[in-house]
């Protein structure tokens, strides 16, 4: 639970950072805070099989038809960070009053300075590299096959003719489906000592680890195979004062591009629902009014904060948003 009341400013001349108003005096900005999100998701790029319209005719197994890439969210993290909002700058001239020095270093305490206030992260992008399938190296059979028939009788002669032509898809997905069964065949006659030869010991586990690796390889053919990755995205998230209903689109997923940012349309939207609890207004205070000058700060407002993909809560937590808070004032006087 947050309990403390953040004195913000960016003193960025005191550091170099800020442009000076009139000689001698303090430039610096409230702060706002910036909802930083970081989303994993596992990636499967399905090939299917060349022959899978006959794995269930020729193997008995239903097979998918069609390619398809998946996208399945394996992670999220929200975490805030706080930067000076460049729309709400003030200046003050600290030599017309009594500043206390401790005053201008309490960093840890949310006086945000210009080079240790907490920044975003640097937003990194990885996405996987587009591939292809590849079934050659699987034991497709040979394309071509010869075929034989008869031109002509001449008398009692017999005239043959030998032609090349293309198997049929179903003609190949049968020879390699022979294949399989006499692999597993070859393989029951090596385990039940039913062969010319003698196996045993680490000879037959290597001769049963290849079969297994060739028939895995023929099966491919029908029933397809998978690769799997995965990919990574920052998304940040502003919260607007102005904005009456605290809902934004996050992010998004993509069925083709999977995680995309939230003006993509081509992704199904994750929304972040923010609500605000209500932050007290303080008393009146009548140093206030005699005060030369006043530094403005924010005590920021603890935020419900919801993920969401419109039906389901992914993520859920309580986070200190300085921009929907209130502002303040701190009387300098001599």
Same mark, same amino acid.
């Given at each position: 639970?947050?309990?403390?009341?953040?004195?913000? @400013?960016?003193?960025?001349?005191?550091?170099?950072?800020?442009? *000076?108003?009139?000689?001698?005096? &303090?430039?610096? /900005?409230?702060?706002?805070? +910036?909802?930083?999100?970081?989303? !994993?998701?596992?990636?499967?790029?399905?090939?299917?099989?060349?022959? /899978?319209?006959?794995? %269930?005719?020729?193997?008995? &197994? !239903?097979?998918?038809?069609?390619?398809?890439? $998946?996208?399945?969210?394996?992670?999220?993290?929200?975490?805030?960070?706080?930067?000076?909002?460049?729309? %709400?700058?003030?200046?003050? #001239?600290?030599?017309?009053?009594?500043?206390?020095?401790?005053?201008? %270093?309490?960093?840890?305490?949310?006086?945000?300075?210009?080079?240790?206030?907490?920044?975003?992260?640097?937003?990194?992008?990885?996405?996987?590299?587009?591939?292809? @399938? !590849?079934?050659?190296?699987?034991?497709?059979?040979?394309?071509?096959?010869? @075929?034989?028939?008869?031109?002509?009788?001449?008398?009692?002669?017999?005239?043959?003719?030998? &032609?090349?032509?293309?198997?049929?898809?179903?003609?190949? /997905?049968?020879? +390699? @489906?022979?294949?399989?069964?006499?692999? $597993?065949?070859?393989?029951?006659?090596? *385990?039940?000592?039913?062969? !010319?030869?003698?196996?045993?010991?680490?000879?037959?586990?290597?001769?049963?680890?290849?079969?297994?690796?060739?028939?895995?390889?023929?099966?491919?053919?029908?029933?397809?195979?998978?690769?799997?990755?995965?990919?990574?995205? #920052?998304?940040?998230?502003?919260?607007?004062?102005?904005?009456?209903?605290?809902?934004?689109?996050?992010?998004?997923?993509?069925?083709?591009?999977?995680? +995309?940012?939230?003006?993509?349309?081509?992704?199904?939207?994750?929304?972040?629902?923010?609500?605000?609890?209500?932050?007290?207004?303080?008393?009146?205070?009548?140093?206030?009014?005699?005060?030369?000058?006043?530094? %403005?700060?924010?005590?920021?407002?603890?935020?419900?904060?919801?993920?969401?993909?419109?039906? /389901?809560?992914?993520?859920?937590? $309580?986070?200190?948003?300085?921009?929907?808070?209130?502002?303040?004032?701190?009387? &300098?006087?001599?």
């Amino acid at each position: 639970m947050y309990k403390r009341i953040v004195l913000a @400013a960016l003193l960025a001349s005191l550091f170099g950072a800020g442009s *000076l108003r009139a000689q001698g005096s &303090v430039s610096y /900005a409230l702060p706002q805070t +910036v909802l930083v999100f970081r989303v !994993d998701v596992e990636q499967e790029v399905f090939f299917a099989g060349p022959y /899978a319209r006959y794995a %269930q005719k020729y193997l008995g &197994v !239903d097979a998918p038809e069609q390619d398809y890439t $998946r996208f399945d969210i394996s992670s999220i993290s929200l975490r805030p960070y706080v930067e000076a909002d460049a729309a %709400q700058r003030f200046t003050f #001239v600290p030599g017309k009053a009594g500043v206390p020095e401790a005053m201008l %270093q309490l960093t840890t305490q949310g006086l945000v300075s210009g080079t240790s206030g907490a920044y975003s992260e640097e937003s990194g992008w990885k996405y996987p590299l587009k591939s292809e @399938a !590849d079934f050659a190296s699987r034991g497709i059979p040979a394309n071509l096959t010869r @075929a034989s028939n008869t031109l002509y009788n001449k008398g009692q002669e017999t005239v043959q003719q030998s &032609v090349v032509v293309e198997k049929s898809l179903e003609k190949k /997905a049968q020879e +390699v @489906a022979e294949m399989i069964f006499r692999i $597993r065949e070859n393989k029951y006659k090596i *385990l039940v000592g039913d062969t !010319d030869a003698t196996y045993s010991g680490e000879a037959m586990k290597a001769t049963i680890d290849a079969l297994d690796k060739l028939e895995a390889d023929y099966l491919t053919l029908f029933t397809g195979y998978s690769e799997k990755g995965s990919q990574s995205a #920052v998304f940040e998230v502003i919260p607007a004062p102005q904005t009456k209903n605290q809902l934004y689109v996050a992010f998004r997923l993509s069925d083709s591009e999977g995680l +995309v940012p939230a003006d993509n349309m081509s992704g199904r939207p994750y929304y972040l629902e923010l609500k605000p609890e209500t932050v007290a207004e303080p008393e009146a205070d009548p140093k206030a009014a005699k005060a030369a000058q006043s530094i %403005q700060y924010r005590i920021p407002a603890i935020c419900k904060a919801r993920l969401t993909d419109g039906v /389901a809560t992914l993520l859920q937590t $309580r986070v200190p948003v300085y921009q929907l808070g209130i502002q303040a004032s701190w009387p &300098v006087t001599k």
